[in-house]
C-alpha cells in the first residue's frame, strides 16, 4: 500500500498562511459590504469617525447588531473612564508619563510577531513593571490600551485577533498592584473591538495563583477557557514559531522598543495614526 509521505514544518507553515490569507479576504469583504449599513445604524454618532476606525468594529464582528454594540459600548466607557484615552490623549507624544511607562517594557508587541494561526502576539513581562519608580495603576493601564490601539493598526490583530504570552520570570510583588488588572479588564474587555484568541502564562511565582483566581472572577467564562499555564519555552514553541521570538525566549528576533516608541511618537505627530482615540466626538484630526 502507499505510504503518506509526512508534511514538513516549512508545507505546514505555508497550509497556515494560505488558510490566514483565506480567512482575512473573507472577513474583509464582508466588513466593507456591512460599513454603509452601520454607518446608517450610527447615525450621528459616527459623524467624524474614518472608515478606518469604524472598520475595525467589522472585523471584529461580521454583524450589525453586535459591531453597532461594541462601538457604543466604546463610546460609553469612554466618556464615563475619560482617563483611559481623553483627559491627556492616548499618545505618547502628548504624554510623558506614557512614554517612560512604554519604555521600561511591561508590555512589547514587535512588529510582524504573530502566532502559528496568524494572530499578533503582545509579550509581557510584568517584572519591569516597577510600581516604586512614580508610576500609578492609571498610567500602567493607559499603556496597556496604547499597546493594544497600536496593534488594533495591523492588520493580524483586525482579522486573527491577538495572542497575549506572559513570561512571569522574575515577578515579586513589588511588581503588581490589585487595580491594573481591574482597570484593564474593565477597559478592555466589551469596550475594544478586539479578539483575546488565548492567554499563555509562564513561570509565575507561587503568589500568582491566588491573584489570578480572584482577578480571574471578573473575566468572561469564555476567556477564563482561553489560558493556559505552560511549563516551559517548548510548550510556548508549540503555538509561536521559535525564531520568531525574541532572544530572550530563545528566539532571533531583536526588538528596540525605544525605537518602536518613537516611530509611533512620529505618526502621531504627523497624524498618520490609526487610532480609536478618534471615534469620539471633538477628537477629529486637524
Known amino acids: ?20 490569507d483565506s ?5 474583509k469583504e464582508k466588513a466593507e459590504e456591512l ?24 472585523y471584529w464582528k461580521q454583524d450589525l447588531r453586535r459591531a453597532s454594540d ?21 499618545f505618547a507624544s502628548k504624554d510623558p508619563e ?8 511591561v508590555l512589547v508587541a514587535p512588529e510582524g510577531l504573530v502566532c502559528k494561526e496568524g494572530s499578533t502576539v503582545v509579550i509581557g513581562r510584568l517584572r519591569n513593571n516597577d510600581m516604586a519608580d512614580g508610576r500609578t495603576a492609571t498610567s500602567v493601564a493607559r499603556m496597556f490600551f496604547y499597546t493594544i490601539d497600536r496593534i488594533l493598526e495591523r492588520d493580524s490583530t483586525k482579522f486573527h485577533g ?31 473591538p478586539i479578539h483575546i484568541k488565548a492567554v499563555y502564562i509562564m513561570n ?6 491566588s491573584l489570578f483566581k480572584i482577578v480571574s472572577l471578573m473575566w468572561p467564562k469564555k476567556l477564563r477557557s482561553r489560558v493556559h499555564f505552560m511549563d ?38 504627523s497624524g498618520s495614526i490609526d487610532s480609536l482615540y478618534y471615534c469620539l466626538p471633538n477628537t477629529t484630526k486637524e
Open 1 to 20: 500500500c502507499l505510504q503518506k509521505t509526512p508534511i514538513t514544518v516549512e508545507q505546514k507553515a505555508n497550509l497556515f498562511q494560505m488558510a490566514a
Open 23 to 27: 480567512t482575512a479576504s473573507s472577513i
Open 35 to 58: 460599513l454603509p449599513a452601520l454607518k446608517e445604524e450610527l447615525g450621528s454618532e459616527a459623524d467624524g469617525v474614518n472608515d478606518d476606525n469604524l472598520l475595525k468594529f467589522l
Open 70 to 90: 461594541r462601538f457604543r459600548h466604546h463610546i460609553k466607557w469612554r466618556k464615563e473612564h475619560s482617563y483611559a484615552f481623553d483627559d491627556t490623549p492616548l
Open 98 to 105: 506614557l512614554k517612560r511607562v512604554l519604555e521600561s517594557e
Open 162 to 192: 491577538m495572542t497575549i504570552f506572559h513570561d512571569l520570570t522574575g515577578l515579586s510583588r513589588n511588581n503588581v498592584d490589585p487595580a491594573i488588572p481591574k482597570l484593564v479588564f474593565k477597559g478592555v474587555f466589551g469596550t475594544f
Open 204 to 209: 509565575p511565582p507561587w503568589f500568582f495563583y
Open 232 to 269: 516551559g519555552l517548548d510548550d510556548i514553541y508549540k503555538v509561536i514559531d521559535k525564531d520568531s521570538l525574541l532572544e530572550e525566549h530563545g528566539g532571533k528576533r531583536a526588538h528596540d522598543t525605544i525605537k518602536w516608541v518613537e516611530s509611533q511618537m512620529a505618526k502621531e505627530e
